[in-house]
T-cell receptor, first 115, second 116 residues
């Protein structure tokens, strides 16, 4: 069984400040981990993913995340927030091995960026 | 098409009515997924097709929900005797055949279903 917990349903940062969105997962098999972003009235867009190999993963728009197996975490960070980063962010997990790409999502974190 | 297309974008229906939601996946994508996103929640998996067959329908909430993909491309999610609790955004995603390292699913913009 797999699950995802996102701590903080709402996060507010100032423009230029560090963005940190937390994600912890539970998985009985080695996980694939994802961060998706959802802008208002738009579909989900993949920010970045971890499958195997390097544990620090870089994505689009300056975001990155680090897979920490010992902490079962996959937190999303960005050094300097832009106003355009305001959106909802979802962490997701799927099973390793490729039988299916079925995703288990967290409940999401709404990021607000203050001028 | 260039991306996953879902129609209609919005659907309002009366309680007890039947609805169909359509998904046009990216051309060449053999895998297709339906998810449901209720207000304030993350998307929840409903069903996964590999080609024409439903490889995993473990997320369908009850027998009022059914989905088909007869030719391995377009899929239709069908909901019978709709209830107010079915109100949500229904998301479709498609991907290449799942295999080691191939993991990216592309999402449509969703159909917002409102049952009144």
């Amino acid at each position: 069984a797999q699950s995802v917990t996102q701590l903080g349903s709402h996060v507010s940062v100032s423009e230029g400040a560090l963005v940190l969105l937390r994600c912890n997962y539970s998985s009985s098999v080695p996980p694939y981990l994802f961060w998706y972003v959802q802008y208002p009235n738009q579909g989900l867009q993949l920010l970045l993913k971890y499958t195997t190999g390097a544990t620090l993963v870089k994505g689009i728009n300056g975001f990155e995340a680090e897979f920490k197996k010992s902490e079962t975490s996959f937190h999303l960070t960005k050094p300097s927030a832009h106003m355009s980063d305001a959106a909802e962010y979802f962490c997701a997990v799927s099973g390793h091995g490729g039988a299916t790409n079925k995703l288990i999502f967290g409940t999401g974190t709404l990021l607000a960026v203050q001028p | 098409g260039a991306g996953v297309s879902q129609t209609p974008s919005n659907k309002v229906t009366e309680k007890g009515k039947y609805v169909e939601l359509r998904c046009d996946p990216i051309s060449g994508h053999t895998a297709l997924y339906w998810y449901r996103q209720s207000l304030g929640q993350g998307p929840e998996f409903l069903i996964y097709f590999q080609g024409t067959g439903a490889a995993d329908d473990s997320g369908l909430p009850n027998d009022r929900f059914f989905a088909v993909r007869p030719e391995g491309s377009v899929s239709t999610l069908k909901i019978q005797r709709t209830e107010r609790g079915d109100s949500a955004v229904y998301l479709c995603a498609s991907s290449l055949t799942p295999s080691q390292g191939n993991t990216e699913a592309f999402f449509g913009q969703g159909t917002r279903l409102t049952v009144v």
